[in-house]
């Protein structure tokens, strides 16, 4: 483990090249600029109208925009109904809000076990999970590629349960030829500044289920209605709304949606793009038995978020430490994705343990993201594949 201090000789980089990175161009710009000039800033049309086009891309009949990811999440969970004395099944590889919205609602997380080459969540290991206390999954597409909803659909269907579709690295991913967004109960999307498209910050809940899509409307904007058939006391006024159930100010603001809107009608360019870079990772790792890399299942036509090479320790002399602040030495800034949840001490806190999840524990101590992003150039790839080869090299058994 001391083989490696410090690389001798130049880096493969002058300048630092990170896991992600937004592409704003200038019509970008003037979309939003067209909305600075105009009479709305929130509240306005360009809400609407990123809604419809949102529908659009996925397929599905309703999408709320939101004021980020969490914010759908949370809102999906709500009108999902989750609740105290409620258990739901969620992913246990994922950024830490896919299981914080349930306890938002006063539920319990039970943390399911990862497929050891896909990194999704297993199916097999969500089935062993349920009891009668189960209410629902919030299952994560994670790196972008699509969740088993065969499998995941046929359970929620036998135990009545609420599926929720964590897409947020998904935007542009089809099951079985159907876009992601279109297929679960609630699917809920990111569009941070690392994700496919993004406005700065901004999520949204799509849904064909009119009744959810109502809860989540009402729930974006505080419980504030005026929809006189959700009134307790309905009136023509054209003045008047009301306030039927205790609610959030989740809205997105016109200035995001307009850029969000510029950005949907990029998802096909920059969805190619990731699969290029996919690809020519793909042919050069899938050489190299030091590396293990991400199995696709073939219903998942994929655009890619992340790109995770995972190291096989038979055949490397290092940790994932060592590995991880070689590629900063080279300037190809990796990143971690993800810590287990229940490992973060809030968790701890709540009274989770190690050892319930083993597959994603030793996914955990074995991988990285690599950069992938529209922008990068060819000379980037190339520049990220000699890094990692480098490292190998250097500390392969």
């Not at 319990?108 to 009668?132: C, G, H, M, Q």
């Not at 299942?297 to 290092?318: F, G, K, M, Q, W």
């Amino acid at each position: 483990m001391e083989k490696l201090a410090v690389f001798g000789g130049a880096p493969v980089r002058e300048q630092p090249l990170h896991y992600g990175k937004q592409c704003v161009e200038q019509d970008d710009i003037d979309a939003v600029a067209q909305v600075l000039r105009s009479d709305f800033l929130t509240c306005g049309p360009k809400v609407a109208e990123t809604e419809e086009k949102l529908c659009e891309v996925t397929g599905a009949k309703y999408a709320v925009l939101v004021a980020n990811g969490t914010a759908a999440l949370h809102l999906a969970a709500l009108a999902a109904g989750f609740g105290e004395g409620d258990e739901v099944i969620v992913s246990s590889i994922t950024f830490a809000a896919s299981a914080n919205c349930v306890l938002y609602c006063g539920a319990r997380p039970v943390f399911a076990d990862i497929d050891p080459e896909t990194y999704n969540i297993d199916p097999e290991s969500v089935e062993k999970l349920i009891t009668p206390r189960t209410k629902g999954i919030v299952a994560v597409d994670f790196t972008g590629q699509a969740v088993e909803h065969d499998a995941l659909r046929q359970l929620c269907r036998e135990k009545g349960l609420v599926f929720i579709e964590d897409a947020a690295h998904a935007i542009g991913t089809k099951y079985r030829g159907q876009p992601v967004g279109s297929i679960a109960d609630m699917t809920c999307f990111s569009f941070h500044p690392v994700k496919t498209v993004t406005c700065g910050e901004g999520g949204a809940v799509t849904t064909n289920d009119e009744n959810l899509y109502r809860r989540v409307l009402r729930l974006r904007a505080h419980g504030i209605t005026r929809v006189p058939s959700e009134m307790a006391h309905p009136t023509d006024a054209m003045w008047y709304n009301e306030q039927v159930e205790l609610g959030f100010n989740y809205r997105m603001t016109d200035i995001q949606a307009a850029l969000l809107l510029s950005q949907l009608g990029k998802l096909d360019k920059f969805s190619a793009r990731r699969k290029e870079i996919e690809k020519r990772y793909d042919d050069a790792f899938s050489q190299m038995p030091e590396l293990f890399i991400q199995r696709e299942i073939p219903e998942s036509d994929t655009t890619r978020h992340l790109y995770v090479i995972r190291l096989n320790p038979e055949r490397l002399a290092c940790d994932r430490r060592q590995f991880f602040d070689a590629l900063y030495k080279e300037n190809v800034c990796p990143q971690v994705h993800y810590l287990p949840v229940y490992w973060h001490s809030y968790y701890e806190k709540l009274g989770y343990q190690k050892g319930l999840c083993p597959n994603a524990e030793a996914y955990y101590q074995w991988s990285m993201s690599i950069p992938l992003y529209y922008a990068m150039t060819d000379r980037d790839v190339e520049d990220t594949i000699r890094a990692v080869q480098k490292v190998v090299e250097y500390y392969k058994k």
